[in-house]
């Protein structure tokens, strides 16, 4: 195992890098669209009591076990997991903190770009004067969508342009990330995360003062129709388990946790450095920026100029490149360029502070366990990611992008979330846990976190997780009832077609892979599937070699 | 904007704002260790491997 020399130069940078990590695109897309779903107003309370008993934990037992790691010379979760537990099970359950940053950072990467993109389209004022739908479909052609799909060949989506800005943004992350903590992704973090804060602020203002716009026609678009749908409070939704499920997924999301980029982040601190404050300043950044700032961007202005029912239905992630262009047209030449530079400036900050985080585990790991140099690992990262994201950028239609969306960012998260919160609290245990916590922390930890880490915040996350496996079609409460009504009377169950189980077994869709000789959708998906199987198994025979490795090197010292 | 609206978002953004700047504040005032604090507890660190 080769010494690492990286670390961080300061406080206020790691936490800013911590922050940045958390603060991501759906601080601005998901969040608002989730209050929006789910009852507007009385979102806002499960979502406060899921950060308190999940978030909260979640952060302190991540930022913990990296700490705990880093200080036995582990930067990556396989061996972080190992040294907390007998088990060899343990660093196999830690590879999930590396395939889950490399199957994100795939198609991140590439959202990432389009955001890049876009704030260079707004410089050169490209959408000054186009329509929405001119908007709308100038995006479909930047990422090559064809519309409809020939049964006859496959369809390849080719945007020369955006695979030109794919690789310039990737290659921007690869030479920051070989620059090391300090050196570069501290640098980063420095100079993006009050950018972003400045952009948002300056958005959240025009969001919140626009006011009602003068649409002809249109009797609610008026920002504050918007404001009051997010805000006025609606307490009947709090009794539906749907609200609540929506808000701890969006808890969960939001502060990057179940990833393992806080456990690499944290493992280069020393032994008695603070934990909790630290954990406790980067998430309230994060809620700051997706609370305070993310709620009073794009449901305000997009209510203000397309009225709520349009929102109500719209609301979503392409929202922010296929309408927000077209809304700041209706400012005028300069307040559409600065808004649009604002906007997708913010974008890129966001996301670049993410992907950084999400390439660290990968490099901590190959230096730790092989003795690579940063710029070998950064290297072979840039060309495991160029691997991961072809398919989704060629097969963008076929859905291969949403499926690595579905199983890295989302089950894989609640997978290994449940697994490292059952290690921390019942396998290291939490008088250990409890120690690692506390130890040279600048504020006082309440004890209250000693039984919510060990019984309120795992029966959460299985819950959660339990609810993503069999989800039936409706999930509010008589959905759940008629559900199991359905298990007991004919002993079926309405699988939601989002439902692990339902996705595993294509149990709400047709099994065709060819269809005309052609392959289908569900071809690509499942060759998706493949690739994503074939890069966890991978990792996981790495990690077989590198415990090898270790083993070795103890028998030649005790001899 | 209705009152109830108004009411809830005014506290949760006021609250929000207030926990995260008291907290970067805190951070902010904690002086860094001193090269002796380090020093101690580096050789805590050598004598308990």
Redesign the interface.
Known sequence: MAQSKDGWGS??GL?LAMAGNAVGLGNFLRFPVQAVQNGG?AF?IPYFVSFLVMGIPLLWIEWAMGRYGG?KGNHSTPFITDSMGKKRIWKYVGVFGIFTNLGIISYYTYIESWTLSYTLKSIGQSFTGLSRAQVSTAFDNYVGVHGTLSDRIVDINIPHWAIVIFLITLAINIYILSKGLSGGIEKVAKIGMPLLILFGIFLAIRGITLGHTGVAGCTTCNS??G??F????DFTSLANPKVWLAAAGQIFFTLSVGMGTIQCYAAYL???D?IA??A??AG??N??VE??LGAAIVIPIAVGYMGLDWVKQNAGFMMAFKTMPYLFNQWGPLLATLSGVAWFGLLFFAGITSSLAMGTPFMGFMEDEFGWKRGKSSIVLGIIVLILALPTIFFFEYGVFNEYDYWTGTVSLVVFATLEVILFSWVFGMKNGWEEITRGS??KVPTIYKFIIKWITPIFIIVIFITSLIEPVHTDMAGWQSAFHQLFTNGTWPWANDSIIAQIFHLNEKIVYFKNGVPTGMFFKDMARLLLISTFLGLSYLVHIASNKRKLANKTIES | MSTSALILMVSVLGLVTTITVYFLVKVLRVPPKTDEELEREEKEDSLQE
């Open positions: 406080r206020i936490i107003g806002i200080i504050q129709v404001l009051d997010l805000w006025k409070p020393k032994k008695n603070d404050l630290n406790m300043t309230w950044m809620e700051f609370i305070v600048d504020i």
